[in-house]
C-alpha cells in the first residue's frame, strides 16, 4: 500500500501553496453534492491523502472457482446479434488476460523500457537539483505514468500520476487545471485494475476541479457532465454504489445539464444533441424497469444531497430520476432536431422509429406508434435508394430499446458486483418468431444443453421471451415473422 506523508507538505512548498492547511472546510462548500462518504474521502485528499490507496489490488488472489459446487449464476446478458446481420463466431479467450497482457516480443514494448530507465534518472536529477516539489517533475511524472499504463503496471503508473497531481496542486494551486491530464489517466489505470471505489471517487474530484474552473462561462463543461453521467450510467450497470438510485438521477440531471449548456453555447442545431437526447432516453428506460432505486432518492439522507448537486448544476430537473415521460421527451426532442435539420432522411425516419418504439416496448399508444412507423416508412420509401433504406430499418426484428447496448445485469438487485473481465462467457443460440406487437413466441434453443448449463440457458430462453423486439414493416405496417436466428452471450 502506498502512503503519503503529510510532512512531505510541509517541505519544500511556499505558504500560498499550503492553502490546505489554512481553510478546510471552506474547501469543502463546493463539494456538496457528493455522498457524505465521498465527501470524507475527498476532504482526505484535500488534507494531502493524494498518492493512491491501491490496497487490496496488489497481491489478491483470484477467486477460485474448484469450490464451486453449483453451477455458476447467469450475471450478465449482452444485447443479442441475429444471423442474418452476419455474426461471425466469437472468440472465446481468456477475457481477463486479453485486457491486461501486453505482446512482450513488440519492439514498442522495449523501447517503452527503455524509456522509463531513462525518464528515472531523469526525475533523480530534477529532484536532487529541484527538490522533491520541483514544478518540473510532474510533466515527467505524467509521462512516466503514461509509459507505465501503457506497459500495462497499472499500479506504478498509479504512483506516478498521483504524485504529479500532488506536485501540480503545491505548485500551481489546489483547484489548478493542470492536474486534469493526470486524473483522466490514473482513472482509466483504476478502471484497468478494476479498482472502482478509487475510479469513482476521482471521477467525482475531476468533475469537481472541472466544475470550479468552467462553470457556467466555459462550454468545456459539457465534456465534464457527459463524463460524469456516463459513468454514472456504467456504475448503475454494475451495481456499484450505496444508493443506485443516486446514479440514475446524476445521470439525469448531468445530461440534462449538458443539452442546455448544448444549445445556449452552440444552438439547437448543434449536431452532439441527438447523441445526449438518447443517453437521458437510455437513462430514463433504467428508471422505468428498475423503479424501486428512484424511490431512494426521495430518503431524508439523499434528497439533501441531491438538491445540493442540482443547485449546482442550476438544474430545473426534479432529482426523483422520470422514466416513462423523460423518455418521451427527450426522443420527441431528437425527431424535433432531425426535423429541424432536415438534411438526413434516414437519421429523421431513424429519430421517428425510436420513438414508436418506446410506445411499443411499455405498450402504449398503439394508434400513434403504427402512425410513426408508417410515416417513417414513407419517409424512406420516396428516396432514391429507398428500398435499401427500408431493408435497413425496417427489414429484421431489432431488439428493443436499440439505443441501450449496455449488458443486462441480472445480479443488480443483489449487490453482487462484477465485471465481465473476471468472469467465464458462452453463447446461447435460439429461434423465435415476433408478434407484429413486438412479443416473442415459439421460442426453441439451439444451443446444445448440458447438466452444468442448463439453468442459464433456460434463464436466457425465459429472458428473451420478455424481450420486446421491433416487427418487421411492410407497407408501413407492423407484420408477424417467423424463423429469426439470435445468439446471446452471457457471462456467469
Known sequence: MVKTDLKLYETGASQDSLLVKKNPLELMQNINFCSSNLKNSILSMIFGLFTMQVAGMEGSAPESKTERKLPARLHYLEVPMAFAQGLKPLDFGNNRKTLLMLNEDDRQFAERENTLRQYSSSLASTEELGGPW???????????????????????????????????????GLYTLDQVSALKKMIESFIAAENWQDADLYQNYLFFIEHKAYWDSDPRIIDSLERLALWNMKMFAIGFGEALGVRLSNAQMLFSAAIRMIVTHFGESDQRLPGFLKSLAASAYQVKIYPEYAVEVAQPEYRSQQESFRQKLDEGTPIIPGSFRIGEAALAANVNYHQVKSDDTYALAEAITHLADWYLLFGVRRKQLESLYEQAWKLLRDEEDGDKLLQRLFGAVAPLPTFVDAPKNFQLRLSDIKIRSGLNHSVADLSFSVTNAGAVRDIKLLSEETEENARRLARVSRDARMTKFRPILEEGRPVASAGHIFRYRYWY
Open 134 to 172: 520541483d514544478s518540473g517533475l510532474a510533466e515527467q511524472l505524467l509521462t512516466v505514468g503514461i509509459l507505465e499504463q501503457e506497459q500495462g503496471n497499472h499500479i506504478e503508473a498509479i504512483k506516478a500520476l498521483g504524485r504529479a497531481v500532488q506536485i501540480n496542486r503545491i505548485t500551481a
